[in-house]
């Protein structure tokens, strides 16, 4: 789940049956909107249920109402109280059309490209008049697949990063500590007497 305060909206990633990823975004609405919040569905194959996620999500956000309705209070509610108090049936949901994937196995790369779209083009309160961003021609049904080679580039940099930071590490040991006055501070072994003094006996 990842929430983000600039648009006002949770972004939730459903997995299912092993097999298949699709997405839904819930967006909130401010005080001085009419309605509630609206949950949108976008999914890759049309595999998914979305009767049955809208369900789940309908249940999630009944619960933490139910919650916040017992621990805040009407000064510190988030909606309009006339649809706050109504929360339930005044949630919306929407199942998107959005480009499809061409193969069996490009759904998580779909579901990162919708996100990824969702950040950059979404104004900061979405509404219902904010569905025609989305439709079948948001984007080329190719473009997604196009993450898989910047996402192994990613990898390939974070991993040639931490692989310079333990050769430097393992550069640094075993080399020996030089003090301001120039010597070797781990050497603790008491000072030699000078030859001219140790000849003398007293």
């Not at 997405?23 to 009419?34: G, H, R, Y």
């Not at 916040?68 to 009407?74: A, P, R």
């Amino acid at each position: 789940m990842f929430l983000l305060k600039e648009l006002n909206c949770v972004l939730l990633l459903f997995h299912l049956v092993r097999t298949h990823w699709s997405l839904i975004i819930i967006c909130m609405p401010t005080k001085e909107d009419q309605i509630g919040p609206i949950i949108l569905h976008l999914d890759s194959l049309k595999f998914h249920s979305s009767r049955w996620i809208f369900n789940v999500v309908s249940r999630f956000l009944k619960e933490e109402w139910n919650y916040l309705n017992e621990n805040i209070s009407s000064k510190e509610c988030p909606l309009r109280e006339t649809v706050w108090k109504n929360l339930p049936r005044k949630v919306e949901k929407k199942i998107v059309e959005v480009p499809q994937q061409q193969n069996d196995y490009d759904c998580g790369l779909f579901v990162l490209y919708y996100m990824q779209r969702f950040i950059q083009e979404a104004p900061e309160r979405f509404r219902k008049k904010d569905y025609s961003m989305f439709g079948k021609r948001w984007f080329r049904p190719e473009e997604p697949s196009q993450l898989r080679d910047q996402i192994r580039h990613l990898i390939h940099s974070c991993r040639e990063t931490e692989l310079m930071k333990d050769a430097t590490a393992s550069s640094g040991e075993g080399q020996p500590k030089i003090g301001n006055d120039g010597t070797d501070p781990s050497d603790a072994s008491e000072p030699k007497t000078p030859k001219h003094l140790s000849d003398r006996t007293g």
